[in-house]
């Protein structure tokens, strides 16, 4: 049976690779996306998950057009490195509202409209540097563990009602946000990762994919890393 996604995020990078993979199962694919065209979308809305009035509008216009969605993927997200001492306070608060408030914001605006189906699933794009920690990264981490405590708590408010709040956590994969780090970051990167590779985008959307099937109809709560092993024990 077709599912409903609600994908923010999917004109590039890992979400372009999440929404193909539906798209190819054969389901209805709704973009949310604040620039360019999301090719794998049954229909492409416009969104920047930094503000609430455009989050309100466009999840208003897609529940009014399409219904309740089956699948809700909250994947935009943006880095703004920097040592902390000296982060400024623009980088913490655009990384803190897109990457935790822009999920939260996201699925708060549309899991009511769920309630009523007794199913569904709601996929928080996190990080291995959550729970792993990274210098440089004191924004981003902050901003990604708070997915796992929000994922925790929503998912204890919604599992009667059948509603799976999991989140993915990658480790480094290859997308316009891993391009600009220097040679000698990317080989200290590789040489902590056992695998001794980036993910590609399509391994960390099959892993998406499954989660929000009933094949992971019995996973919620759960943080599940897609990282060659470099998180692991965390
Ligand atoms: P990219 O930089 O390739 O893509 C980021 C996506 O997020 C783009 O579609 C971008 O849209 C969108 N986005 C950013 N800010 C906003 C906003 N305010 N409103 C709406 N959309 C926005 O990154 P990735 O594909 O690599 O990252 C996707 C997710 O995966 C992120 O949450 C990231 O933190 C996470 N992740 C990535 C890893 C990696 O190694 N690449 C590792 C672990 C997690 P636009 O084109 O308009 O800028």
């Known amino acids: 049976m077709s599912q409903t996604v609600f994908i923010t ?3 590039r990078g890992i979400g372009l690779a999440i929404a193909k993979r539906f798209h190819d199962a054969g389901d209805v694919v ?4 604040r620039s360019g065209d999301a090719p794998f979308a049954t229909q492409v809305i416009t969104c920047d998950v930094s503000s ?3 989050i309100k509008e466009a999840t208003e216009a897609a529940v009014t057009q399409f219904g309740a969605p089956d699948v809700v993927i909250a994947n935009a997200g943006i880095t703004e490195d920097g040592l902390f001492m000296r982060m400024s306070d623009d980088a913490l608060e655009s990384v803190i509202t897109t990457n935790l408030l822009g999920a939260l914001r996201f699925s708060q605006q549309v899991v009511g409209s769920m309630l009523k189906q007794k199913r569904g699933s709601i996929l928080f794009v996190g990080s291995v540097v959550g729970l792993l920690g990274s210098a440089g990264q004191v924004n ?5 563990s708070g997915l796992v405590g929000a994922a925790r708590s ?3 408010e919604v599992g009667s009602r059948g509603i799976r709040v999991n989140v993915i956590a990658p480790g480094f994969v290859e997308t316009d946000m891993t ?4 040679e000698d970051q990317r080989n200290k990167i590789l040489s ?3 695998l001794a590779r980036y993910a590609s985008p399509e391994e960390i959307a099959e892993t998406v994919f499954f989660l929000s099937s009933d094949n992971a109809r019995y996973i919620t709560g759960a943080v599940i890393p897609v990282d060659g092993g470099l998180g692991m024990g965390h």
Do not use: E
Request: avoid cysteine.
């Open 140 to 144: 981003y981490a902050a901003s990604k």
């Open 52 to 54: 609430l009035k455009s």
């Open 9 to 11: 995020g999917a004109n």
């Open 30 to 33: 709704v973009a949310f996306s």
């Open 192 to 194: 902590s990762i056992p």
């Open 154 to 156: 929503l998912a204890r």
């Open 179 to 182: 391009a600009n780090l220097t």
